[in-house]
């Protein structure tokens, strides 16, 4: 077995690229090179890992000879064209964008909920959506023993989850609200203005009324949890927030479930966090998960509308555990099986 690997980030100038490199060093992956592929714009740049200053390269076709496991996450375009190619070679992709997703012979993984599946790849292993990774790792636990048979999710999604032009937009529009000057204001990455404002979309609205993002919850929550029968009602929402994704889910079960139990077992659930006394005004929050690792959860409380049902409060950092970590969890249990 190899004791270190050549790596390589694809799409390594973004914002999760570059937490991807973060996360890389954080939890000392045993790399043995790490090459850095961007666009043609972006070669040149050098970016920190270790200590050391690394040139991105331009990514063509011929970048992944040696290398071994590649980290994607520079859109579904660039993962469709230039992934099966790093498989072709050898390489092992895992891969952040939507490409590859809902492919049939494509593993779909979040290593707290399916990391058997991992194994089950022929050179492509997806990365789910930042939205779906947080929501399964806090109901895996509790569908395992209570049988979940329906999810209702609103989501508060920040905007890193589009990006660095996002953060900067939503910075920018901010400082012109700021200085009473609202009119100067023009959206370019959103429909509408972002700052002090909620958008009830992410991506395209779909012929059934859902968006992308939408249904990729529902059909991304299905394959990983393995249960087609789990009924998934979404609704996403962009909020001015710039790092943290935040959910309220509610939860109906097979079986009865109480808010005890369901603190009992989240807190022994790996990737689980739970922040749940409301006496004392704690619950998880977005300004408190920026650069960590976990899925917070509280706000754990009875449905009242039903007899087993649920409702809790699911937060965590959407360019960590949402995106890079996820992705860097995912090689850390390919190597270890290898």
């Known amino acids: 077995m190899l004791t270190a690997y050549h790596v390589a980030v694809v799409g390594a100038t973004g914002a999760v690229g570059m937490e991807m490199i973060n996360v890389l060093s954080q939890r000392n992956f045993p790399v043995e090179s790490l090459t850095l592929l961007a666009s043609e714009r972006s070669a040149g740049k050098r970016l920190e ?25 520079a859109g579904a375009s ?28 494509v593993p779909l993984v979040v290593p707290e909920v399916n990391p058997q599946d991992i194994f089950k790849h022929k050179g492509i292993i997806a990365n ?10 806090a109901l895996k636990p ?4 209570f049988k979940i048979k329906r999810i209702v999710v609103s989501t508060y999604q920040a905007v890193s989850g589009t990006g660095k032009k996002a953060m900067d937009e ?23 203005r972002i700052a002090f404002n909620c958008l009830p979309q992410i991506d395209v609205f779909l012929d059934n009324g859902y968006t992308k993002e939408e249904m990729k919850m529902v059909n991304e929550t299905r394959k990983i949890m393995g249960d087609d029968s789990i009924n998934v009602c979404p609704t996403t929402v962009r909020v001015p927030v710039f790092v943290g994704h935040a959910e309220a889910v509610n939860i109906e079960t097979q079986k009865p479930i109480t808010p005890e139990e369901a603190r009992r077992i989240l807190a022994a659930a790996p990737g689980v966090k739970v922040e749940d006394d ?12 920026a650069g960590t690792d976990d899925v917070f959860v509280g706000r754990i409380r009875q449905d009242i509308s039903i007899p087993n049902g649920l409702n809790m409060w699911i937060v965590a950092d ?14 850390e249990r390919l190597i270890a099986g290898r």
């Open 318 to 331: 959407n360019l960590r555990k949402g995106a890079a970590l996820n992705a860097v969890q995912i090689a």
């Open 278 to 289: 409301p006496s004392q005004s704690v619950y998880p929050m977005q300004i408190n998960v």
């Open 142 to 145: 509790l569908h395992d023993i």
């Open 49 to 73: 890992y270790n200590g050391k200053h690394i040139a991105v390269q331009k990514l063509t076709a011929d970048s992944f000879k040696g290398i071994e496991i590649a980290l994607f996450s």
């Open 170 to 192: 939503l910075a920018e529009q901010t400082t012109k609200m700021f200085s009473f000057k609202p009119e100067e204001i023009k959206p370019r990455v959103y429909p509408h």
């Open 128 to 137: 789910p959506n930042c939205s779906t990774i947080q929501m399964v790792v």
């Open 78 to 105: 660039v993962s469709k064209e230039f992934a099966p190619i790093a498989a072709k070679a050898g390489t092992v992709v895992v891969d952040n964008s939507s490409a590859f997703r809902m492919e049939p012979d």
